[in-house]
């Protein structure tokens, strides 16, 4: 069987999305956003997508690869989305796009290499994945786990906090730094190798705000008497499928309920217009975000590893 690996070309898109659509069952992913991503790519040395190609030419393979460089750390290379389809699990292919997005990684710089690999039903291959990377010398070093619910199944909204309000994040559209620094702020609190909101603004609007999968309308920002201290971001299809991709309350305002509020109120915000399932993920560490989650009803559906080697 003859396999190429080679850098994704826009014509590939309409073939691997269907790919990684099925491959990852409880993400978000359109294919407006996956050619989104491609376009930003050919100006971004830092992420790259590989595919496997087979010798009539169909895409069977799929991976992507981040290079983090952070002022004060040591450059680290996070390889993720690893998509192969049924007939080529298990016949080398995890292995070439693996050895690949290695070379890639290791040739920009990274000290450290990590990969994301799931169990079944987040990722479908993701045990097969899980012994290439111990086969190549990978170690588990943190999980997250993988929670969905049905919004139909949704408890009511508790009370709003004493002096709160809720935007809806499209109110911001004229300036939404204020939504960024509280992004940024929360997100050094995140547990997590991989976690955390762009540094600079400019990076953050462009990778953030206009993201094509993010849901501005059903994504909400918490003011207590008119301060901005929290919020709760979401991904969407813009059909059926809703995916938090942070929440977070700044310190000095935590354990008084605003997030799990936030979140509630997005939730059935999102509900209302249409969506019908919601996912998230947490690190097993997070235990406050993991019972506010299970508090809305979501359920852990299973367990995303990330796996780390040192290069050389």
Same mark, same amino acid.
């Given at each position: ?6 850098? @994704? ?7 691997? $999305?269907? =790919?990684?659509?099925?491959? $990852? *069952?409880?993400?978000? =992913?359109?294919?407006?956003?996956? /050619? ?11 992420? !790259? +997508? @590989? ?15 981040? /290079?983090?460089?952070? %002022? ?21 292919? %995890?292995?070439?796009? =693996? ?5 890639? @990684? ?22 097969? /994945? ?38 809806a994040w499209a109110e911001y559209e004229g300036d939404p730094r204020t939504l960024y620094d509280i992004d940024r702020i929360t997100g050094e609190d995140e547990p997590g190798a991989v976690s955390g909101a762009p540094q600079r603004y400019e990076d953050w609007y462009e ?20 301060? *901005? ?10 059909? +059926?499928? =809703? %995916? ?30 249409? $969506?019908?399932?919601? $996912? !998230? ?14 508090? /809305?009803?979501?359920? !852990?559906?299973? !367990? %995303?590893?990330?796996?780390?080697? *040192?290069?050389?």
């Open positions: 069987m003859t396999i190429q690996i080679r850098a @994704l070309d826009r014509d590939d898109v309409p073939a691997a $999305f269907p =790919l990684v659509h099925a491959a $990852f *069952p409880s993400m978000v =992913l359109t294919e407006e956003a996956m /050619l989104w991503r491609h376009d930003r790519e050919r100006t971004d040395d830092d992420r !790259t +997508t @590989l595919v496997a190609v087979d010798r009539s030419g169909a895409v069977v393979g799929l991976v992507r690869t981040r /290079l983090r460089r952070r %002022e004060g750390e040591e450059p680290s290379g996070i390889t993720y989305l690893m998509s192969v389809d049924p007939a080529h699990r298990g016949t080398g292919v %995890e292995d070439r796009l =693996l050895e690949a997005a290695e070379r890639g @990684l290791v040739g920009a710089g990274a000290v450290t290499l990590r990969v994301a690999a799931a169990d079944e039903a987040i990722q479908h291959g993701g045990p097969q /994945l899980r012994r290439v990377l111990e086969e190549h010398g990978y170690e588990q070093s943190e999980s997250d786990a993988i929670l969905g619910v049905d919004l139909a199944d949704l408890p009511d909204v508790p009370p709003a906090p004493p002096g709160s309000e809720l935007c990778e953030i705000w206009r993201h094509p999968l993010s849901d501005l309308d059903v994504s909400q920002v918490l003011l207590l008497d008119g301060t *901005p201290v929290a919020i709760s971001c979401y991904l969407s299809d813009g059909d +059926t499928r =809703l %995916e938090s991709s942070m929440t977070g309350t700044l310190r000095e305002y935590r354990g008084r309920g605003l997030a799990g509020y936030a979140k509630a109120a997005a939730l059935h915000r999102a509900r209302d217009r249409g $969506f019908t399932r919601a $996912f !998230t993920g947490n690190n097993l560490v997070n235990e406050p975000m993991l019972a506010i989650n299970r508090s /809305l009803g979501y359920r !852990t559906l299973g !367990t %995303e590893d990330l796996y780390v080697r *040192p290069t050389g």
